[in-house]
Nanobody, 122 residues
Framework: QVQLVESGGGLVQPGGSLRLSCVAS????????MAWYSQAPGKQRELVAN???????NYADSVKGRFTISRDNAKNTVYLQMNSLKPEDAAVYYC????????????????WGQGTQVTVSS
């Protein structure tokens, strides 16, 4: 149906920046909300930011002013620009997409990427 491939994670020093990308592919009729979640060791997965089809965004309080989510609807891609990274931002970041695959009418499903590791350390 829908596959998600993330990229852009890695090791960065505190105060540095990373840009995550997630491309959705497959038999897609429509993509609704696109989002990024993070999961640190021993913690629950939590929402970092999301963006609806119209472009409105929502951020976790901990990343407001530092992270920016955006999407390119023509490329079925969502981005997360992460600036001023802190050690507490270190986690596996997962892309999440709510999408309607072709052949399912208007029924939407949630899809997850495989995750990309972000490490913030000096």
């Amino acid at each position: 149906q829908v596959q998600l491939v993330e990229s852009g994670g890695g090791l960065v020093q505190p105060g540095g920046s990373l840009r995550l990308s997630c491309v959705a592919s497959g038999s897609i009729f429509r993509i609704n909300t696109m989002a990024w979640y993070s999961q640190a060791p021993g913690k629950q997965r939590e929402l970092v930011a999301n963006i609806i089809a119209g472009g409105s965004t929502n951020y976790a309080d901990s990343v407001k002013g530092r992270f920016t989510i955006s999407r390119d609807n023509a490329k079925n891609t969502v981005y997360l620009q992460m600036n001023s990274l802190k050690p507490e931002d270190a986690a596996v970041y997962y892309c999440n997409v709510n999408a309607i695959p072709r052949g399912f009418g208007y029924r939407a499903f949630n899809y997850w990427g495989q995750g990309t590791q972000v490490t913030v350390s000096s």
